[in-house]
């Protein structure tokens, strides 16, 4: 009797076991939320372009972001932006989120900020009252579920000039370029970047030391156009890279820029001659070549690349050859591309 009622128990338990298996397989796993997939939840775009698969920093540090402190624009939580104090008591409401203020904790440095606070408008939108919100969408800010490698994936923003712009007036450069240049890459007064930042005071003192660098415009291609490319220089223990990258720097003019801007004999005869100096570093002053500039696979950049010590910006000697990268789902100018920038050089006027 002892036997059966032993063998029964097995049996039981065994069912157990099976049913409960099943019933977990038949479960559905947790799905994230949208805003746990979203870009101002995950801050995945640093990381990716950091990363050694896409070309990028961690090349020249062999350092991985998880040994870095840069997870600071990362959003934990939906109070970063909806938060609002109702007495003493803090409640949910869409109305911060909705101002300027929120998008300028982390998206309103340097420029930019002096422009939305300030009110010295050198975007065009802003002059005429316009906020983020007004070109940027919810789903942009709250994730639609996919986890986009960064914002300059396809399908992760909505915002483009051609949203309101449906029309084009009819003037020879937008015939010229339509469909081929991006509206950035003319439309922009200002564009603002980093030079040589020293990653080895990063890594030891948790501290940015870098150069700013402007009116110098760099063009690159992306989704199929020639736009506007940002610029970062970095040293790390006497190594140099050069990463290029799409940008839409937030001070977009009505004018666009004049033929022989882009165009300039002078400029492409350098380049050709590997004799263009985009930076130069004089009596202790970073000074830059002022203007557009194409970036070509193989290009000669003669860039100078300098240590800080002791708060003072040293020249390397004979530094090497920088890791190139284009980063943003960007390439350089193909040499047709250059060609044509080359041919169509205005004639010299009388």
Same mark, same amino acid.
């Given at each position: 009797?002892?036997?059966?009622?032993?063998?029964?128990?097995?049996?039981?338990?065994?069912?157990?076991?099976?049913?409960?298996?099943?019933?977990?397989?038949?479960?559905?796993?947790?799905?994230?939320?949208?805003?746990?997939?979203?870009?101002?939840?995950?801050?995945?775009?640093?990381?990716?372009?950091?990363? #050694?698969?896409?070309?990028?920093? %961690?090349?020249?540090?062999?350092?991985?972001? @998880? $040994?870095?402190? &840069?997870? =600071? *624009? /990362?959003?934990?939580?939906?109070?970063?932006?909806?938060?609002? #104090?109702?007495?003493?008591?803090? %409640?949910?409401?869409?109305?911060?989120?909705? @101002? $300027?203020?929120? &998008?300028? =904790? *982390? /998206?309103?440095?340097?420029?930019?900020?002096?422009?939305?606070?300030?009110?010295?408008?050198?975007?065009?939108?802003?002059?005429?009252?316009?906020?983020?919100?007004?070109?940027?969408?919810?789903?942009?800010?709250?994730?639609?579920?996919?986890?986009?490698?960064?914002?300059?994936?396809?399908?992760?923003?909505?915002?483009?000039?051609?949203?309101?712009?449906?029309?084009?007036?009819?003037?020879?450069?937008?015939?010229?370029?339509?469909?081929?240049?991006?509206?950035?890459?003319?439309?922009?007064?200002?564009?603002?970047?980093?030079?040589?930042?020293?990653?080895?005071?990063?890594?030891?003192?948790?501290?940015?030391?870098?150069?700013?660098?402007?009116?110098?415009?760099?063009?690159?291609?992306?989704?199929?156009?020639?736009?506007?490319?940002?610029?970062?220089?970095?040293?790390?223990?006497?190594?140099?890279?050069?990463?290029?990258?799409?940008?839409?720097?937030?001070?977009?003019?009505?004018?666009?820029?004049?033929?022989?801007?882009?165009?300039?004999?002078?400029?492409?005869?350098?380049?050709?001659?590997?004799?263009?100096?985009?930076?130069?570093?004089?009596?202790?002053?970073?000074?830059?070549?002022?203007?557009?500039?194409?970036?070509?696979?193989?290009?000669?950049?003669?860039?100078?690349?300098?240590?800080?010590?002791?708060?003072?910006?040293?020249?390397?000697?004979?530094?090497?050859?920088?890791?190139?990268?284009?980063?943003?789902?960007?390439?350089?100018?193909?040499?047709?591309?250059?060609?044509?920038?080359?041919?169509?050089?205005?004639?010299?006027?009388?």
């Amino acid at each position: 009797m002892m036997k059966h009622i032993i063998y029964f128990i097995g049996i039981m338990l065994v069912l157990g076991y099976v049913v409960t298996a099943i019933s977990q397989e038949q479960t559905p796993k947790e799905e994230k939320n949208f805003f746990e997939n979203s870009l101002h939840y995950t801050n995945r775009g640093l990381d990716y372009w950091y990363g #050694k698969q896409q070309g990028g920093l %961690e090349r020249l540090t062999n350092i991985p972001t @998880t $040994q870095l402190n &840069c997870k =600071k *624009c /990362h959003v934990a939580s939906c109070d970063a932006c909806h938060v609002k #104090k109702v007495g003493e008591k803090s %409640e949910y409401s869409i109305e911060p989120a909705a @101002t $300027q203020k929120e &998008c300028i =904790k *982390c /998206h309103g440095k340097g420029d930019m900020e002096k422009t939305i606070q300030e009110g010295n408008a050198v975007d065009i939108h802003f002059e005429r009252g316009m906020k983020c919100m007004d070109c940027h969408t919810v789903r942009e800010i709250h994730g639609d579920g996919t986890l986009y490698n960064s914002m300059q994936q396809s399908g992760s923003m909505d915002a483009k000039c051609e949203n309101c712009h449906t029309r084009l007036t009819e003037i020879e450069s937008h015939t010229v370029h339509g469909g081929k240049i991006d509206c950035v890459a003319c439309h922009t007064k200002e564009a603002n970047a980093c030079y040589n930042c020293h990653f080895d005071t990063r890594v030891k003192e948790n501290k940015s030391a870098s150069l700013p660098l402007k009116n110098i415009f760099f063009l690159i291609n992306h989704k199929g156009k020639i736009t506007l490319a940002n610029i970062h220089t970095f040293v790390y223990q006497n190594k140099t890279m050069i990463v290029f990258a799409p940008i839409f720097p937030h001070t977009t003019t009505r004018e666009g820029k004049k033929c022989e801007d882009c165009h300039n004999a002078t400029l492409f005869k350098d380049i050709k001659r590997n004799k263009f100096r985009a930076i130069t570093f004089e009596n202790g002053e970073l000074l830059s070549y002022a203007g557009v500039v194409p970036v070509l696979d193989g290009m000669k950049w003669n860039f100078v690349y300098l240590n800080y010590e002791n708060e003072q910006w040293i020249p390397i000697e004979n530094p090497p050859e920088p890791l190139i990268n284009y980063a943003g789902y960007s390439s350089p100018l193909t040499a047709d591309q250059f060609i044509k920038m080359e041919k169509a050089v205005p004639p010299k006027k009388k």
